[in-house]
Every structure is written in structure tokens, then in C-alpha cells.
């Protein structure tokens, strides 16, 4: 290595160096709370057992913070298109931070909208966000009963089963 | 007019003789209840362990049951847990018996078809005979531990499996 060369690499190591030590505050990690895998199996099999004790088959997703599938459950009960619609429900709720029948609501009339052009969107309720706070740590959705808002119902009653943990 | 009817008795009969071959299949399959318990003890038999693992259970046709993605896991475990599954569902056997046999036969046919595995951890779940689905787990170090847990999650349900 040349002279020259030594010595740029020299400036540049101690500038990384120096800039490394004086790293801005905004250079932090993030902190994170996330479903446990027990949290999110609690959440879907007592939705799955909300709507069974009413009455409906469903089946479940719970998604993570990234949209990843944490669980998945398909009721062999329920209709087979269902396993589909509760993850896509889910994933609109994670993406919108919303309930998914607030999606719907917002995109009647509006039949090319442009979430329409994402992949998993769906103008269907029965999905939820689950939150800590403020924070969107996820989504659980549901399909399977004959309405929406019984879906959406069972969902809710997965996510009161574990609302003491989600803090 | 009186022949079709003709016609048409003749294809009654028929219908009404078929043969034993036309009859239907029965089965038996797993429910969200039983396929969930596999997952959860197969999880938690792991955790107890000190191992955090992803689970899949697969039905008759290796449809996704239930898919668990375990805490901390690699973000693979849940792709292998499905494959392993998939491979013991597929065979009919545990999954380190497809393992074991590409060692000697690396260029197996199998190898060359979708979400085939040669790794432990996937057990196929039996009533009887009959195979009607299969475990698959990942993330333990170790494909024999992986199967360990696999098993507990059958074992647990095992009274149900008739």
C-alpha cells in the first residue's frame, strides 16, 4: 500500500471512529414489545372458540409487527377460502393500523383504490390491529361467520383474553 | 318418447348398480382443536427444554393446519418446520428416514420435488394406518431434539388419534 493510500485509510478509519463515538441520539436502537407465541396462540384459539360457542367455524391469523405470520390456524370446519381472507383481514388491520372494516367503510364507492393494487389488501371486516399503547405490535384476523361484524367480534374477544399482557 | 325413457331407465339402473369401486372415501381427519394441541406441546415440550421452536401441522393433503412461529426463532424455522411436515406427510414416515436415505442416494428423485427435506424433525400423524397429516418442528439443535418435541405433540393428543 502507497504512502498516500496508508494515510487516507488512517483518516477515514479515525473519522469513522470518531464518528461512531459521537453518534447522534437518533442513532439508537429501537425498542420493541412483540407477541409472544403464547399470547398470539391465546388470542387466536379464543377467537376460534368465541364464534365455535356461537354458532360459527372460523378460521385465524395472528400477524406480527412485520405482517409475519406468528399463527395460523385453519379450521377444516369452516369454508376452505377462509384461511386466505383471515390473513389478508389481519393484514389490512397491521398495514392501516385500523380496524379492516374501517378500510372497507373507507373504500365503498371507491372500487379502484389504490391499496386494491397491493398485494393481501381486503375490503372486509373482521380484523383488528392489536396494540401496546399507541403501538401496532400486530393484527389478528377472522373468517367464517356469516357477517363481518361477527367475525370482528370474535376477534375482539381474542385479543380481551390477553389484554393485560399487552403493555 | 318412449325410448328415451328407455334410455333413461337403463342409465338408473346402472346408476343404482355401481360399483364398489365408485364408493365414497371415508376418512379421518384432524379438527382445529387436535391440530392445535399438536403445535402448542410441541412448542412448549421445546421451550421447556430451552429451545424456542416454529411448528407446522399439515392435514391429508398437506394443507397448512396450523402454522406457529416460535419466540426468537430464525426466520427460516417456519419455512423448515412446513418442509419437514410436508416431507414426513409426503413419505409417510418420519422425516430423518428421507434424511437418511439421500445420504447414500444424493441424487434422490424426491430431492427435485417442492418443499421436500432431508432433515429431522417432521413425523407423520397416524390413526391407525392411515396417515392424515404430519408435525413438522425447527429450531432445536439438533433434528433429534426437533423430533422430540414433534413427538410430544402427538403424544399429547394420541387418545384422540382413532
Keep these: 500500500m502507497s504512502k498516500i493510500a496508508f494515510r487516507i485509510a488512517g483518516i477515514s478509519l479515525g473519522a469513522a471512529v470518531a464518528f461512531a463515538v ?34 360459527y367455524n372460523v ?11 406468528v399463527v395460523a390456524i385453519r379450521n377444516p370446519a369452516a369454508g376452505f377460502a ?14 392501516t393500523r385500523a380496524p379492516s372494516g374501517k378500510f372497507a367503510e373507507t373504500v365503498k364507492g371507491n372500487p379502484n383504490a389504490a391499496q386494491f393494487f397491493l398485494t393481501n389488501f381486503v375490503a372486509a371486516q373482521g380484523a383488528l390491529p392489536i396494540m401496546v399503547g399507541q403501538d401496532t405490535i400486530g393484527a ?5 361467520a356469516p357477517g363481518g361484524d361477527k367475525d370482528e367480534a370474535c376477534a375482539q374477544a381474542g385479543i380481551d383474553k390477553v389484554s393485560a399482557e399487552l403493555r | 318418447m318412449k325410448k328415451i325413457a328407455f334410455i333413461a331407465g337403463i342409465a338408473l339402473t346402472s346408476g ?4 364398489a369401486s365408485a364408493q365414497l372415501v371415508a376418512h ?78 444424493p441424487t434422490a428423485g424426491a430431492l ?18 392411515d396417515v392424515i397429516g404430519a408435525v413438522g418442528v425447527s429450531g432445536a439443535p439438533g433434528g433429534d431434539k426437533d423430533e422430540a418435541c414433534a413427538k410430544s405433540g402427538i403424544d399429547k393428543v394420541a387418545a384422540d388419534l382413532k
Excluded at chain 2, 343404482?16 to 360399483?19: E, I, M, T, V
Aim: net charge positive; charged share 15%.
Design chain 1, 140 to 144: 389478528i384476523g377472522i373468517s367464517g
Design chain 2, 112 to 129: 427435485h420435488l417442492t418443499n421436500m427435506v432431508p432433515a429431522q424433525g417432521g413425523l407423520p400423524i397416524m390413526v391407525g394406518e
Design chain 1, 22 to 55: 459521537a453518534a447522534p441520539a437518533d442513532a439508537q436502537l429501537l425498542t420493541h414489545k412483540d407477541l409472544s407465541v403464547a399470547a398470539a396462540t391465546a388470542i387466536a384459539m379464543t377467537a376460534i372458540e368465541t364464534c365455535k360457542t356461537q354458532g
Design chain 1, 82 to 95: 377462509t384461511f386466505e381472507n383471515s390473513m389478508k383481514k389481519a393484514y389490512t388491520a397491521r398495514t
Design chain 2, 28 to 105: 379421518k381427519d384432524l379438527s382445529v382443536t387436535t391440530a392445535v394441541a399438536i403445535a402448542q406441546t410441541a412448542v412448549q415440550t421445546c421451550k421447556a427444554q430451552g429451545y424456542n421452536v416454529s411448528v407446522h401441522v399439515l392435514g391429508r393433503s398437506g394443507e397448512v393446519l396450523v402454522a406457529m412461529r416460535g419466540d426468537d426463532t430464525g426466520p427460516h424455522t417456519l419455512e423448515n418446520s412446513m418442509k419437514k411436515a410436508w416431507t414426513a406427510r409426503a413419505q409417510r414416515a418420519p422425516s430423518v428416514n428421507f434424511a437418511n436415505a439421500v445420504k447414500t442416494n
Design chain 2, 16 to 19: 343404482l348398480a355401481g360399483s
Design chain 1, 59 to 69: 378460521s385465524a391469523h395472528v400477524l406480527g409487527r412485520e405482517g409475519q405470520i
